[in-house]
């Protein structure tokens, strides 16, 4: 139980890294091109969904798989 949820948290705070280091590409990209009225917090909420099936692929493949595969 306690490997599981630490496996929890693990994917957790990777959602969370991961698009909020998106997002604030995001944010640096949009300052710096002058457009920072387009900023929107909905692209946060975005990153961190699609970093959920990009961290559960590399957690389910095996690391000898090819990548074109």
């Keep these: 139980m306690n490997n599981k949820l630490s496996n929890w948290v693990l994917s957790l705070l990777l959602w969370t890294w991961g698009g909020t280091f998106y997002f604030f590409c995001e944010v640096v990209y949009k300052t710096l091109t002058h ?8 692209m946060l909420v975005l990153a961190l ?7 559960r692929c590399g957690a389910e493949l095996v690391w000898e798989m090819p990548i074109w595969l």
């Design 35 to 42: 457009h920072p009225e387009r900023i929107s917090w909905t």
């Design 49 to 55: 969904i699609l970093c959920i099936p990009l961290e």
